[in-house]
T-cell receptor, first 116, second 117 residues
Framework: AQTVTQSQPEMSVQEAETVTLSCTYD???????LFWYKQPPSRQMILVIR??????QNATENRFSVNFQKAAKSFSLKISDSQLGDAAMYFC?????????????FGTGTRLKVLA | GAVVSQHPSWVICKSGTSVKIECRSL??????MFWYRQFPKQSLMLMAT?????????EQGVEKDKFLINHASLTLSTLTVTSAHPEDSSFYIC?????????????FGDGTRLSIL
């Protein structure tokens, strides 16, 4: 069974600085999808970025980028030029394309605090 | 696009009553919808997966008779918490998966805060 691990329960970053949130996963599959979601205090789940495992190029969305290391089964999220609005819980998620159900396996989350 | 509406956003009711939560995909057809429960400061816990026109698949440890799920159409799934008790108080979130688009992410509703007195 697949598992997702987020080893940092909480992280802090100074406004305008860069922070990296870690995520590792365990799977025997070669093809899969990875996602980062942001959950602010409003508790909405907001998609930040996604990565297909067959793509070697790291995904980037504006200030958000990932470092996808397939062999190491690592999928870290880098937030550049951190803003106060980035403060939230961040969840890493894995999805197998083969399960037939599209269901996610979530990590336990990392709470990001942004210091003014 | 890909908007999921969840209603109600907050409900308070007395112990012993049943509560229905609706999850609608507004601008796409969702063959699969998911129901999650989230305790404070914890991750999302998948309760069940519902497919349109068939019975829901419940995760281990989730009581089927307590949490009734109906996915009657490609745009609507409902979760009914039957005979709710204070321990059922929690934050419930639904999500929907677009039909035939396995490479697309789940789209989440805004959640329902359920408080049982």
């Amino acid at each position: 069974a697949q598992t997702v691990t987020q080893s940092q329960p909480e992280m802090s970053v100074q406004e305008a600085e860069t922070v990296t949130l870690s995520c590792t996963y365990d799977t025997s599959e070669s093809d899969y999808y990875l996602f980062w979601y942001k959950q602010p205090p409003s508790r909405q789940m907001i998609l930040v970025i996604r990565q297909e495992a067959y793509k070697q190029q790291n995904a980037t969305e504006n200030r958000f980028s990932v470092n996808f290391q397939k062999a190491a089964k690592s999928f870290s999220l880098k937030i550049s030029d951190s803003q106060l609005g980035d403060a939230a819980m961040y969840f890493c998620a894995y999805r197998s394309p083969n399960s037939g159900t599209y269901k996610y396996i979530f990590g336990t989350g990392t709470r990001l605090k942004v210091l003014a | 696009g890909a908007v999921v509406s969840q209603h109600p956003s907050w409900v308070i009711c007395k112990s012993g009553t049943s509560v229905k939560i609706e999850c609608r995909s507004l601008d796409f057809q969702a063959t699969t919808m998911f129901w999650y429960r989230q305790f404070p400061k914890q991750s999302l816990m998948l309760m069940a997966t519902s497919n349109e026109g068939s019975k829901a698949t419940y995760e281990q440890g989730v009581e089927k008779d307590k949490f009734l799920i109906n996915h009657a159409s490609l745009t609507l799934s409902t979760l009914t918490v039957t005979s709710a008790h204070p321990e059922d108080s929690s934050f419930y979130i639904c999500s929907a998966q677009s039909q035939g688009q396995s490479n697309q992410p789940q789209h989440f509703g805004d959640g329902t805060r359920l408080s049982i007195l």
